[in-house]
């Protein structure tokens, strides 16, 4: 059996069982989502887990009186430049917490639309960091890992026949034994990422920013989730996973922000900053949990303010 260890244990969570196990455990008793049922995809954040881990709680805490066997996790290539969807040819991957098996999504899609690309998963930490979360939510489940690259066309251009292409493949692997969870932050903020569009109150107009950007995310507006990136140049790297997952949920889905929160606002006066969000979608037969969402700002005390991050520095974009 092939195993693909951790990369990030150690340096983006604890690499001692005991320990990783008591900080979920904290994580998870403090968050309070609304009540969702029929969970089908989540939104959760990947960054080190003193910053992202409270908002990934969020998340994961719908999952208690679930039993989903089958975990689809898709996330952004940090490492390695390609287009598409690379899979791991591990047959199981490794945690503190024990080992999870893992089946390629070749295998249940067909393989014209993935290439086999362990090393874009080896020091990839965007799914790695979901997984102790899982084990301590579910136990025994089977994952899929898929890294997305790039959608682009020889111009250059967004690849929406590619895009197309991927949702066609990927409709109807979700049942109720199964859940898509999507792992990426949001708006990278800071001359380390390149991007600074306003200076003055960042915390404030990050909000602006990630506001619309889930708002268009809930309004399952793609097209107008292309139009916000090119607008306001906020090429989040998980832009791609994200639409994937609207195009392949049913049209009548609906979705609820269960937590927001950022560096900024984490770590008064850091040049740079990472936005992060919990996000639930689910069956529209259910009675949705709010009306409108619920944005939860998740303050650690002010004891426990963290240093400004580091973690996640290479949390851009692998290509454009």
Same mark, same amino acid.
């Given at each position: 059996?092939?195993?693909?260890?951790?990369?990030?244990?150690?340096?983006?969570?604890?690499?001692? *069982? $005991?320990? =990783?196990?008591?900080?979920?455990?904290?994580? =998870?008793?403090?968050?309070?989502?609304?009540?969702?049922?029929?969970?089908?995809?989540? #939104? !959760?954040?990947?960054?080190?887990?003193?910053?992202?881990?409270?908002?990934?709680?969020?998340?994961?805490?719908? @999952?208690?009186?679930?039993?989903?066997?089958?975990?689809?996790?898709?996330?952004?290539? /940090?490492?390695?430049?390609?287009?598409?969807?690379?899979?791991?040819?591990?047959?199981?991957?490794?945690?503190?917490?024990?080992?999870? $098996?893992?089946?390629? #999504?070749?295998?249940?899609?067909?393989?014209?639309?993935?290439?086999?690309?362990?090393?874009? /998963?080896?020091?990839? /930490?965007?799914?790695? !960091?979901?997984?102790?979360?899982?084990?301590?939510?579910?136990? *025994?489940?089977?994952?899929?890992?898929?890294?997305?690259?790039? @959608?682009?066309? /020889?111009?250059?251009?967004?690849?929406?026949?590619?895009?197309? @292409?991927?949702?066609?493949?990927?409709?109807? #692997? =979700?049942?109720?034994?199964?859940?898509?969870?999507?792992?990426?932050?949001?708006?990278?903020?800071?001359?380390?990422?390149?991007y600074v569009p306003f200076r003055g109150d960042v915390v404030r107009e990050l909000g602006k920013l990630d506001m619309e950007l889930l708002d268009l995310i809930l309004d399952r507006d793609v097209s107008g989730l292309l139009a916000y990136t090119k607008r306001t140049g906020n090429n989040f790297p998980g !832009?791609? %996973?994200?639409?994937?997952? @609207?195009?392949?949920? %049913?049209?009548?889905?609906?979705?609820? !922000?269960?937590a927001y929160d950022t560096t900024a606002r984490m770590s008064p006066g850091a040049t740079s900053s990472v936005s992060f969000a919990s996000v639930a979608f689910f069956d529209p037969q259910a009675k949705p949990p709010e009306e409108k969402p619920v944005r939860t700002l998740v303050s650690p005390k002010p004891?426990?303010?963290?240093?400004?991050?580091?973690?996640?520095?290479?949390?851009?974009?692998?290509?454009?």
């Open positions: 059996m092939k195993t693909r260890y951790p990369s990030v244990a150690g340096a983006f969570y604890p690499d001692d *069982e $005991k320990e =990783l196990r008591e900080m979920i455990d904290d994580f =998870l008793k403090k968050a309070k989502p609304p009540n969702v049922k029929n969970l089908r995809a989540i #939104i !959760v954040p990947h960054a080190g887990y003193i910053y992202s881990g409270p908002i990934a709680a969020y998340g994961y805490k719908l @999952l208690e009186k679930q039993r989903f066997k089958k975990i689809i996790g898709i996330g952004p290539s /940090h490492y390695a430049a390609f287009v598409g969807l690379a899979e791991d040819d591990s047959d199981a991957w490794q945690t503190p917490l024990g080992l999870v $098996k893992t089946e390629k #999504i070749s295998t249940l899609i067909g393989a014209k639309i993935v290439s086999c690309f362990p090393q874009a /998963h080896a020091p990839e /930490h965007c799914l790695e !960091v979901q997984l102790p979360f899982l084990q301590i939510q579910l136990g *025994e489940f089977t994952l899929v890992p898929v890294v997305v690259g790039t @959608l682009t066309d /020889h111009a250059g251009n967004f690849d929406g026949n590619g895009l197309n @292409l991927i949702v066609k493949h990927l409709k109807g #692997i =979700l049942d109720d034994r199964t859940l898509l969870v999507v792992s990426t932050n949001l708006t990278l903020y800071g001359p380390e990422y390149g !832009v791609v %996973p994200i639409l994937i997952m @609207l195009g392949v949920l %049913p049209p009548e889905a609906r979705g609820t !922000v269960l004891q426990e303010q963290p240093a400004p991050p580091t973690a996640e520095a290479n949390d851009a974009p692998a290509s454009p």
